[in-house]
């Protein structure tokens, strides 16, 4: 197949020019980083569950409605998706304390919120992602007011779908991070949820034993980083049958 032309590499994935015009190509890569880039490294085989982890999700959010940029995945490390125009923010929900509201506001990790919270960050490297209220989203225009309106429900509708999928494999969703996109079609817009969702973004502890099975693992250090990932996609029941040959190095036959 001919190369094809990169248009971005970003920490963990690289967009490709699509076969199609408003296409493009999502590759996955296994680097992982933190802090905003401060902390780097590879988790092996990282690429290839988060493509197959966040083309699931994002299918089982298509079948309730709710607009994806997914349209299939291509192979082991690849999926097709629609082009958007990011809004730039990372709008993350949370259900239980952990990470930076715990750091911030001094509340222990694992309490549970009396609701759903939903935070805004503005989506720039060298800024370091600064948290934004809705009143600087919308007084700088990154997103009007009625954008804003369906961000929030989209955000919502998602978080309590996602929340019973993995309470349903014994995984609590602690928070997640996600991106939403315009879509022109014709003189109509729409906004689409967009980037990826997988334990790179979102915090997932096994609702039992409340160990942790993301990132967390690496930013922290705490070793099986790739097989918690792999856990993630086991209990989806989504891990490749013949094991992944793209995954690991070599293996001596027997
Ligand atoms: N459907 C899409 N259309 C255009 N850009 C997208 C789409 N989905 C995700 N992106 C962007 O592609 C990039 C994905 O690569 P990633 O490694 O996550 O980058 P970053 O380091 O900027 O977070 C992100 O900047 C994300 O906003
Ligand atoms: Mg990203």
Request: net charge negative; proline share 4%; glycine share 8%.
């Amino acid at each position: 197949m001919a190369r094809r032309r990169q248009l971005y590499e970003g920490k963990a994935k690289i967009l490709f020019e699509g076969p199609e015009p408003g296409t493009l190509v999502q590759y996955f890569k296994d680097d992982a980083t933190a802090g905003n880039g401060a902390k780097k490294g590879i988790i092996t085989g990282k690429g290839v569950l988060n493509n197959r982890i966040s083309e699931h999700l994002m299918l089982r959010l298509h079948e309730i409605g709710v607009p994806t940029h997914f349209v299939r995945r291509l192979n082991m490390r690849e999926q097709l998706i629609r082009e958007v125009e990011i809004i730039p923010l990372e709008v993350v929900v949370r259900n239980v304390a952990a990470g930076s509201l715990s750091k911030r506001l001094g509340i222990p990790e694992g309490t549970r919120l009396p609701r759903s919270i939903l935070e805004y960050y503005y989506k720039n490297d060298s800024l370091n992602d600064p948290m934004v209220a809705e009143e600087h989203i919308t007084a700088f225009g990154w997103a009007s007011t009625a954008d804003m309106d369906d961000i929030v429900a989209l955000a919502l509708r998602i978080n309590d779908f996602l929340t019973g999928l993995f309470l349903g494999v014994g995984i609590t969703l602690v928070d997640f991070k996600l991106e939403f996109g315009r879509l022109w079609e014709n003189e109509d817009m729409r906004l689409v949820l967009a980037d990826e969702i997988s334990p790179d973004n979102c915090r997932l502890w096994d609702a039992k034993t409340s160990e942790k099975m993301d990132k967390d693992r690496f930013r922290r250090d705490m070793g099986r980083v790739e097989e918690a990932y792999q856990e993630v996609a086991r209990r989806l029941g989504i891990l490749p049958e013949a094991g992944n040959s793209d995954m690991k190095g070599p293996e001596v036959m027997q």
